[in-house]
């Protein structure tokens, strides 16, 4: 039996920042200072060609940089965080924190990139049989 070349290839993994490592959802829980309900947020990481990483969440366009790709994970994160204390409990954005948040939702050029860069991912790891974590 001849074993079949694989269909999503590392090569569409490429995107103008660097390769593509990995991809993940983030949750952000409420907590006492922050007492909202933010849906899942899905984030790609890349390796750049001097090395190093970003990743980047989608949905809110926020990067983290690190030289690690947990390094670059933590700093994304942080740095959500901050929108997300500024954005809902700042008293100049908190009338239009919701839309503030949906106008970076909504998809562009960059975003679209990402998408499909992710999307490459998900079914890179489908085709090759490795299960994802919900």
């Known amino acids: 039996m001849r074993e079949k070349k694989p269909q999503i290839t590392r090569s569409m993994l490429k995107s103008y920042r660097g390769e593509v490592m990995g991809i993940g959802r983030m ?9 909202y309900e933010v849906p899942l947020l899905s984030f790609i990481v890349i390796k750049k060609e001097d090395g190093s ?9 926020i990067d983290g940089y690190g030289k690690t790709i947990d390094d670059a994970r933590i700093d994304m994160a942080d740095n959500i965080w901050s929108f997300l204390d500024m954005n809902f409990n700042n008293e100049r954005s ?3 924190c919701w839309l503030n948040v949906y106008d970076l939702f909504k998809g562009d050029k960059t975003s679209t990139l990402l998408w499909d860069k992710y999307h490459a991912v998900q079914l890179m790891l489908a085709e090759r049989h490795f299960q994802q974590k919900l």
Do not use: A, E
């Open 53 to 61: 990483f970003v990743s980047t969440c989608i949905h809110l366009r």
């Open 27 to 35: 949750k952000f829980p409420k907590t006492f200072w922050f007492n």
């Open 94 to 96: 908190k009338d239009r």
